[in-house]
């Protein structure tokens, strides 16, 4: 399957900076989501876009759905020391199953003390 | 709680040995997934099924089997064909195929060779 170009890889922060990571593709997706992932856990489903522009937030996390439907954002305000972890987005078609969900590589936040 | 629960956490493969991997839901959902993870790569998808009794392959389906005889559970079956089967494996779920569709997690198994 194709793979989506999550920047940066990873990312060496203090803790109370703002974080932004973004993922681009070369097809349009209808579906984008964000999850966050814990050392040997599995993902967490963070924020979940739906429709062009659109722009959610949950809690200190805001995530968009680019106009061109070909790329997404998440920013992440005044990072935290549990903010720590590898970020993933997805993308992909309503409707068509998880099956056809896309995946980046993930970024990895690391925040220092 | 409703979720998805994987077992064992840690599984380790001997040569030439099959092994199972276990994924139940309580979450009523129709579509389960299996997927693996390599370090600093994205996730793979291995199996996926639509519905009981029914599966398709995913991305890279050699050397794995899986059955789909309950609604519940997606057991995945690492076999002596994967001769590189080191890998973390994730189980995962979505609601039926309609608009906003959202995939949920387990909490993954690790599986290594001996």
């Known amino acids: 399957g194709q793979q989506l170009n999550q920047s940066p890889q990873s990312m060496f922060i203090q803790e109370g900076e703002d974080v932004s990571m973004n993922c681009t593709s070369s097809?349009?997706?209808?579906?984008w989501l964000w999850y966050k992932q814990d050392p040997g856990e599995g993902p967490v489903l963070l924020i979940a876009l739906y429709k062009a522009g659109e722009l959610t937030s949950n809690g200190r996390l805001t995530a968009q759905f680019g106009i061109t439907r070909k790329d997404s954002f998440l920013n992440i305000s005044a990072s935290i020391p549990s903010d720590v972890g590898i970020y993933f987005c997805?993308?992909?078609?309503?409707?068509?199953?998880?099956?056809?969900?896309?995946f980046g590589k993930g970024t990895h936040l690391i925040i220092q003390p | 709680d409703g979720g998805i629960t994987q077992s064992p956490k840690y599984l380790f493969r001997k040569e030439g040995q099959n092994v199972t991997l276990s994924c139940e839901q309580n979450l009523n959902h129709d579509a389960m997934y299996w997927y693996r993870q390599d370090p600093g790569q994205g996730l793979r998808l291995i199996y996926y099924s639509q519905i009981v009794n029914d599966f398709q392959k995913g991305d890279i389906a050699e050397g794995y089997s899986v059955s789909r005889e309950k609604k519940e559970s997606f057991p995945l079956t690492v076999t002596s064909a994967q001769k590189n089967p080191t890998a973390f494996y994730l189980c995962?779920?979505?609601?039926?195929?309609?608009?906003?569709?959202?995939?949920?997690f387990g909490s993954g198994t690790q599986l290594s060779v001996l």
């Open positions: 097809s349009i997706f209808n579906t």
């Open positions: 995962a779920s979505s609601s039926p195929l309609t608009t906003n569709e959202k995939l949920f």
């Open positions: 997805a993308g992909g078609w309503s409707g068509g199953g998880a099956d056809g969900l896309t």
